[in-house]
């Protein structure tokens, strides 16, 4: 059964290279990107391979990946650039990696809200421990099946409680950052059950096993906030360039409308 799995992961893996080239960021968009980040930041990635395309369209969502920033990890540098994310992949299972991997990918930056540092550091610890760590094809493979927009009998409730092969050394992307915010008692999208009494209303959350989450649940997640890089140190748009108006004439325009 696992030599199964090996052999449709080396399948997914080849599903996984680029069916259309990532197009460029701007200079300015990438810089603001590796000034915006921090640790206990989740790093969605927009991939372009033919399997993330197949789970953007299942999961209804822009994103096919997640990483966890953490910062600089002392001793893990590719050409001199100091690996700052730690992911779960195909290719590689559970590894460390510079931002440079994904500048060329469109991101999105999800940042938990109001965590502590203690908690913080904590996540990130969680993960980075988790280097090393093997992929998990299995839950792959059930999470389409899960995902699969065709009636699901009681059983198949049952068994989706987790996913995946159930072995701890073993694990994807999303998963691998639940567990990390987990650890920590951070909520993603807990389930809420609200109990009456009479003389109070309260809202129980319930965990959900990472198995389940996918990479667009961080942006999903009321608990998680959205960073734009290109507004986060400041933004004005007068200082756009556009290129129906020549640039001496859209400075002018700017400077007119700050006198009026």
Not at 55 to 65: E, F, R, V
Request: charged residues 20%; aromatic residues 8%; glycine residues 6%.
């Amino acid at each position: 059964m696992g030599r199964m799995f090996e052999n449709v992961g080396r399948l997914i893996a080849r599903l996984q290279k680029p069916a259309n080239p990532c197009e460029p960021l701007t200079p300015n968009y990438l810089s603001a990107l590796r000034e915006a980040l921090q640790p206990g930041d989740v790093l969605l990635v927009e991939g372009k391979g033919r399997i993330s395309g197949i789970i953007k369209y299942l999961t209804q969502s822009t994103w096919s990946h997640a990483a966890l920033y953490v910062g600089p990890i002392a001793g893990a540098a590719t050409d001199g650039e100091p690996h700052v994310l730690i992911e779960a992949n195909i290719d590689e299972g559970v590894v460390s990696a510079p931002l440079s991997k994904y500048l060329h990918c469109q991101t999105r930056i999800c940042r938990p809200v109001d965590l502590s540092k203690a908690d913080c550091r904590k996540v990130c610890r969680y993960a980075s421990e988790r280097v090393g760590l093997d992929y998990d094809f299995k839950n792959v493979i059930d999470l389409i099946r899960y995902l699969l927009p065709w009636p699901v009998t009681p059983r198949g409730h049952r068994r989706t409680i987790a996913l995946g092969c159930g072995d701890a050394s073993r694990i994807i992307c999303s998963s691998l950052i639940a567990q990390a915010f987990g650890a920590v008692r951070y909520p993603i999208l807990p389930k809420i059950t609200r109990v009456e009494s009479p003389t109070a209303r309260r809202e129980i959350a319930e965990v959900r096993h990472p198995s389940l989450y996918v990479p667009g649940d961080f942006d999903m997640s009321p608990y998680f906030m959205v960073v734009k890089p290109t507004l986060a140190h400041g933004f004005n748009y007068k200082d756009m360039h556009w290129a129906d108006l020549p640039q001496l004439h859209t400075t002018a325009y700017a400077r007119a409308q700050v006198h009026e």
